[in-house]
């Protein structure tokens, strides 16, 4: 027997609107601070390794407990309001992530549950053509497409599964 339904929680439209307008919600209120950045700028600029920011980090504890330490040449006000901007940036990023990951993880039951759903499908409408059942060859002939065929067995090989 195959596997199937292994994610049978589906989403109402009321959770759908929800996600929809929380998300949109999100968007407008970070869209503002957003800046676009070239690839060359990427590069440019990169990002801040984790040796780097043990840096960031030791100067913070410094200018926190020993001020009179600190170079007058920095504006240590746009300094610390950077730090909380990076820190609230990566809490949110990491947050945001681990929701991409379990959404993910959630696509994949669902689109192989539908995939398996498909291939029972496909395997009744063939069925259906050799009882010369009116109008399953046009969809056989349709849904063939997908499927390889490999030698000189007319073996069907399932589309190679894509995950993203």
Known sequence: MAIENLNSLHYTSQEKTIVANALATIEGSLAAKFKNLTPEERTKYGSVNEQNKLVINKVKDFRTNQPALSSPDIDWV?????????EFVQ?????????ASSLK?????HDFDCYQAALTDYDFSKYKVGT?????????????????????????????????
């Open 78 to 86: 746009e300094f610390q309001n950077d730090v909380d901007s990076r």
């Open 105 to 109: 993880n959630n696509k994949i039951l």
């Open 132 to 164: 010369k059942a009116a109008g399953f060859q046009v969809k056989v002939n349709e849904l063939a497409q997908f499927f390889k065929k490999s030698g000189t067995a007319k073996t069907e090989n399932p589309p190679e599964k894509e995950i993203q």
């Open 91 to 99: 809490s949110i990023i990491a947050r945001l992530e681990s929701l």
